[in-house]
């Protein structure tokens, strides 16, 4: 469920440009106008009001969003970076997300995981589909170019996949699967290309039922059978695509709440999951985040930002009480 | 270009479907009123057909086109194959075909490498769109089911891939991927990760500048340097896929060549490349052939079919001149 509060009836894509154009004029940028514009907008409606300003302005509405700013969402500041993901298209979001990380990857990021098991197939390649628009290449070819080893040998296939997504679930494969799993865990064999396989092409579905049996095989859950060492990243990776199949929002809430207990707030991580999910599954989070550390998601965004950033990531996931 | 041949103006799909409906009808079923209705109608046509049919007589049109047959087009006779696998759409012919061959694979088959690589980046994934639509799997998964070894790592991917169709080149790139795949050659390490990283995830312009790099740097086509074992498979693999990204139409005149003039007739193949190219390129294959084997390629079929199943396959390449 969205945590994204918007007026009713919504003001006109006119309107709302006319406004927002209103805010990037004069000395300084009027940010309250800017928050209260965009971060209350649901996506279709952003999407207009990018192409009715292009229409009427002649520019990229991303531009004086931030401008100081060359498109390249990297460098820019929390606040703009924000506004920026937010401004676009969920495709293109993640589009530039991944593109982020295979420019600067290591076996610690998860980003790739998160991108290509959270989402659905739909989804996923939608963002292919923009990655290519924008990067004028193919994901697939920028994953593999961009790492090595057992990790492109888990990764390359899993954003390239186009999972089956219906109900039907094989449940003498899911046995059979189950034990190949158990098999190669035992034989700390993890990155078999069986274990790779069944990680990425199963149907969601599938694997819920294979996890399922693994657990009442084996009498313990997969994932605690991959934590025999919790050094190894390669490990990490797997149990964080099993995570993101059996609990994507509890998945994602750890995202959130190591992203702010950090020494320094992980703002990357805070904004690609505050912009990613506010429209999706962003109340599940919150709740699962309240269950699990006692304070309010919101609680914990205010204190650990501020100012503009502070205000525009609060819009997204829902005010504090007063 | 195409080969069919269509009356102008295209009766509307309900008298189609009306003649159709008559020549199942009686005791025997009126071929000539099939072929002359479906072999001359474009794919748009054929599927109003195909909805109209089932909305006027409440059965899919599959069923009256072959009455012994329940769906399963490889137990059909060749004529029936033929006229099944023509009156579906392209995509759903695309993951008939890639299911038969996931169902028996050997290293001989080559249709996969033929569905990936010939099709561009919209068919293949139209095709693993109807593959899941149709089998309720995905096709990535049951291809890596059905192979293994090298073979599994070549053709997962080559199946999975979305390659960008874009026409930019980084040309620096083509040298030092032509120099990465002739050193793989050089040591026989033709499974290396790399070289099916390249083949399977960079475009098809990307991949004419690096393999034109490789002949001017190395001297040779890189596929005559993959020519070094004639019975290894796995090179015949990486060559016919050099070939479907190089020559499209002549690997396909070679498919065709192959089929004819084997002791009996492959009629799988025949029926294969005609259906799924009479409509795309069938007309630079027939002079692909023509060059190749001093025969028209019509001639050639005549020669090799009899009855109904020659009459259809004509009328989709075109009537051999008197």
Redesign the interface.
């Known amino acids: 469920m969205s945590t994204l509060t918007c007026p009713d009836p919504l003001p006109s894509p006119a309107e709302d440009c006319e406004r927002l154009h209103k805010a990037f004029e004069g000395w300084g940028t009027d940010e309250g106008s800017i928050i209260s514009v965009l971060a209350h907008r649901p996506a279709a409606h952003r999407r207009q009001i990018r192409r009715v300003y292009a229409e009427i302005y002649g520019v990229d509405l991303l531009k004086p969003l931030d401008k100081e700013l060359t498109r390249d969402f990297e460098v820019a500041s929390s606040r703009s970076r924000a506004v920026l993901l937010w401004a676009v298209d969920s495709a293109e979001r993640d589009a530039v997300l991944a593109n982020e990380v295979v420019r600067k990857w290591s076996p610690e990021n998860r980003v790739l995981i998160e991108i290509a098991v959270v989402r659905t197939a739909e989804e996923l390649?939608a963002a292919?589909?923009a990655y290519?628009n924008r990067f004028?290449?193919?994901l697939?070819?920028d994953v593999?170019?961009s790492t090595h080893g057992d990790f492109?040998?888990l990764l390359?296939?899993l954003v390239?996949?186009?999972?089956?997504e219906?109900a039907?679930v094989n449940t003498s494969l899911a046995k059979t699967e189950a034990k190949l799993l158990n098999q190669k865990i035992k034989d700390n064999d993890y990155s078999h290309?069986d274990v790779i396989?069944i990680l990425t092409?199963?149907?969601k579905m599938q694997l819920l039922a294979t996890f399922d049996d693994y657990n009442n095989a084996f009498g313990n859950p997969i994932n605690k059978d991959l934590k025999s060492d919790p050094t190894n990243q390669f490990l990490l990776a797997l149990r964080a695509i099993v995570r993101c199949i059996t609990c994507p929002q509890r998945y994602l809430e750890k995202v959130m709440r190591l992203s702010i207990s950090k020494m320094g707030t992980d703002e990357g991580a805070l904004t690609r999951i505050i912009t990613t999910r506010a429209e999706v599954d962003m109340q599940q989070i919150k709740e699962e985040y309240f269950k699990r550390n006692s304070v309010r998601l919101e609680q914990a965004v205010k204190k650990d930002t501020t100012r503009d950033y502070e205000d525009f990531l609060l819009a997204l996931v829902g005010q504090v009480d007063s």
């Open positions: 390649l292919r589909r290519q004028k290449r193919c697939e070819e593999a170019g492109r040998k390359v296939p390239s996949t186009f999972r089956y219906g039907e290309e396989r092409t199963r149907s």
